[in-house]
T-cell receptor
Framework: DTAVSQTPKYLVTQMGNDKSIKCEQNLGHDTMYWYKQDSKKFLKIMFSYNNKELIINETVPNRFSPKSPDKAHLNLHINSLELGDSAVYFC?????????????FGAGSRLTVL | EDQVTQSPEALRLQEGESSSLNCSYTVSGLRGLFWYRQDPGKGPEFLFT???AGEEKEKERLKATLTKKESFLHITAPKPEDSATYLC???????????FGQGTTLQVKP
């Protein structure tokens, strides 16, 4: 059983389109995250939710909107896609949202904006 | 500002050739230092957490150590299957936010 699963694994789309990435975890964790990994493999946090409540909202354009329908799911919707949005987006989860908690990552969703 | 810097960016070793990866950090109040391994096309996978200077942890051919300013990931007699990108990270604040370094991509040739 996959612990953190993301769909789709690959997205190729045109500038200006809207796309969504879905994430589900079956670990019973309370906290979920979205990280972005750029072409230089630099991982940066975007959002985190603790039991459906938004905890972290980094300096991310308003075009990015996370939604957590329940604590096992965290989706990411992106409006008006731009070339610079091309990256790999990772969903992750942890037992709690505190400082020293181990994150379990999904396999990533590679977004390519043409 | 909390910061993590890893070196080298890339490392090529022959099988059996031991070496070390470096992770330097600046953080206000260390709440742990994490090492992750990332294989191509996959998400990072947790390896170790270190909490205090002098602490060491081992897993197979990997040993992680921690000082007040940096952490080292020592790889002893590596095998080709150790080839991956190794990431270190520190928590920033109490919200679970991790600051990652840019990673060291290790290639071990047979």
């Amino acid at each position: 059983d996959t612990a953190v699963s993301q769909t789709p694994k690959y997205l190729v789309t045109q500038m200006g389109n809207d796309k969504s990435i879905k994430c589900e975890q079956n670990l019973g964790h309370d906290t979920m995250y979205w990280y972005k990994q750029d072409s230089k493999k630099f991982l940066k946090i975007m959002f985190s939710y603790n039991n459906k409540e938004l905890i972290i909202n980094e300096t991310v354009p308003n075009r990015f909107s996370p939604k957590s329908p329940d604590k096992a799911h965290l989706n990411l919707h992106i409006n008006s896609l731009e070339l610079g949005d091309s990256a790999v987006y990772f969903c992750a989860s942890s037992r709690k949202g505190g400082a020293a908690n181990v994150l379990t990552f999904g396999a990533g969703s590679r977004l390519t904006v043409l | 500002e909390d910061q993590v810097t890893q070196s080298p960016e890339a490392l090529r070793l022959q099988e059996g050739e031991s070496s070390s990866l470096n992770c330097s950090y600046t953080v206000s109040g260390l709440r742990g230092l994490f090492w992750y391994r990332q294989d191509p096309g996959k998400g990072p996978e947790f390896l170790f957490t270190l909490y205090s200077a002098g602490e060491e942890k081992e897993k197979e051919r990997l040993k992680a150590t921690l000082t007040k300013k940096e952490s080292f990931l020592h790889i002893t007699a590596p095998k080709p299957e150790d080839s991956a990108t190794y990431l270190c990270a520190v928590p920033s604040g109490n919200t679970g936010k991790l600051i990652f370094g840019q990673g060291t991509t290790l290639q071990v040739k047979p």
